[in-house]
C-alpha cells in the first residue's frame, strides 16, 4: 500500500503548541524564510514564512500593523522536501 502523499506532518511538541495557542510567541527551531506585506498602506499588515528545522512544518505568522495582534497559520500552500 502507498503512503498517502497529503498526509498531515508529524509536529514537533513546539509547534504542537503553535497549534494551541495561535498567538503565542515563536520558538527556537523556527526559522525565518521571508515577509510580504499585505496591501493597505499605513494600517497594512505583514506576512512571515518560517519553516521549522525540528519537524520540518512550514508556518505563516500574519501581523497586524494597526491592532498589533499576530496569528500563527499553518502554510498548507508549503511541501516540506
Request: with cysteine; glycine share 14%; charged share 15%.
Amino acid at each position: 500500500m502507498k503512503p498517502d502523499p497529503i498526509a498531515p506532518l508529524s509536529l514537533c511538541t513546539n509547534c504542537d503548541g503553535l497549534v494551541r495557542n495561535v498567538g503565542g510567541p515563536a520558538h527556537g527551531a523556527l526559522q525565518l524564510g521571508g515577509a510580504t506585506k499585505l496591501p493597505g498602506g499605513l494600517s497594512a499588515g505583514v506576512v512571515f514564512r518560517y519553516r521549522c528545522s525540528r519537524c520540518g512544518s512550514a508556518w505563516l505568522r500574519a501581523a497586524d500593523s494597526q491592532s498589533g495582534l499576530a496569528r500563527w497559520m499553518a502554510d498548507s500552500g508549503a511541501l516540506r522536501a
